[in-house]
């Protein structure tokens, strides 16, 4: 517990902290989430729970100003955000500027911005982006022509989509309305530490990485996931990132340099992201992950991104823990993630020798 961070937080009133910690003053018996608003206690009268329960165990009451027992306050912008959201949800020959929502729904457009970032946690034009790739990708898969899809999803030329190919779809549109059934990957599958361990490349990258017991099994999950691509066994092409992948596991370097080519939601992406930012050696909880997301009450979707993380160890997400750090589920063994962050804290003990 990061008490000077959570002191604070209080004096701040930072809602990224809501849900994530309360705090209770030894002078009056009541505890608080730390966006109360009620008068700021002196800091030897506080102490700090990590949650509600803990307090009330503690002899605390909860406050009737800010109910720190529920789970969340209704914001009081959500029904215009989720009016807005509904808005952006619809057709539209192109997306709507911020000023045009802003004139709309009588607000200005950077308190729109920034109350909309604050709820969704993404700008209102990348939430009305998402959608419009939606349709774009409904329409391929029911067979449109990709120039028909493209229009009729809200881009205003082909050029947008095939500028942002690998962010939309990881291939060109063509490609993904035909299910990638000409896609080629190659894979090697060799013995390691943990077992055995598979890595997937497509021409664009690393696309899988995977734990397993045997080859078998590790070649049956990579055919399942791209049952259309046409499948290579190559283990000495894949030599760079094998070596690296192996020297990783047994502790000899503490960092990977693979290219990724990898098909994710915005909220993976994000998520990801952070768990890539989280230094060797060092482990976050899932709440903490929420937190540096924008979302502090996001900690099972947190989770629920970390569980589909395709590539092992190229995303860190064994170094994100339960708050009382206890190891989580671990897609490829809890035994795995033990092992690999003890080798992760031994490298850094011993200097990386």
């Known amino acids: 517990m990061n008490e000077q961070a959570y002191w604070e937080a209080v004096q701040n ?39 509600p329960d803990d307090a009330q165990n503690a002899g605390y009451r909860p406050c009737e100003r800010c109910h720190p027992t529920q789970d969340a306050i209704p914001d009081p912008h959500l029904p215009l955000i989720t009016e807005i959201c509904r808005y952006l949800e619809t057709e539209h020959e192109r997306i709507p500027t911020l000023d045009e929502l802003g004139e709309k729904f009588n607000m200005s457009p950077y308190h729109l911005q ?19 790739q939606g349709r774009l990708k409904s329409a391929l898969k029911n067979g449109a022509t990709a120039t ?17 190919t690998h962010q939309l ?4 549109p ?12 190659t894979y090697a599958i060799v013995p390691c530490s943990l077992g055995y361990i598979l890595v997937a490349m497509t021409a664009g990258g690393v696309c899988k990485i ?17 049952p259309r691509a046409t499948m290579t066994r190559d283990d000495e092409k894949l ?3 094998v070596h690296q992948l192996l020297a990783y596991l047994d502790g000899e370097q503490a960092s990977l340099a693979l290219p990724l ?32 997301l924008g979302q502090p009450t996001a900690s099972r979707a947190v989770a629920r991104a970390c569980a589909t993380n395709p590539v092992a160890l190229a995303i860190p997400c064994h170094r994100v823990v339960r708050k009382n750090g206890d190891l989580a589920g671990y897609r490829w063994g809890i035994n795995r993630k033990r092992i690999i962050l003890q080798t992760e804290h031994d490298y850094i003990a011993t200097g990386g020798e």
């Open 13 to 51: 009133r930072d809602s990224a902290y809501d849900n994530v910690f309360v705090y209770a003053v030894k002078t009056t018996g009541i505890f608080c989430r730390p966006t109360c608003p009620s008068r700021r206690p002196f800091r030897e009268n506080v102490a700090f729970f990590d949650t």
């Open 114 to 132: 920034r109350v909309f970032k604050r709820l969704v946690g993404i700008s209102p034009r990348q939430y009305a982006d998402s959608y419009r």
């Open 148 to 164: 028909d899809a493209v229009y009729d999803a809200g881009y205003n030329t082909s050029s947008q989509v095939y500028e942002q």
């Open 169 to 172: 779809l990881g291939m060109t």
């Open 174 to 185: 063509i490609h993904y309305r035909n299910g990638a059934d000409n896609m080629t990957i």
């Open 210 to 226: 995977a734990l397993g017991d045997s080859e078998g099994e590790l070649g049956a999950d990579l055919h399942m996931e791209f």
């Open 239 to 241: 030599t760079s990132a």
């Open 261 to 292: 080519d990898i098909i994710a939601t915005s909220f993976q992406r994000r998520v990801w992201e952070i768990l890539r930012q989280i230094p060797y050696g060092e482990t976050r909880s899932y709440d903490e992950v929420a937190v540096m």
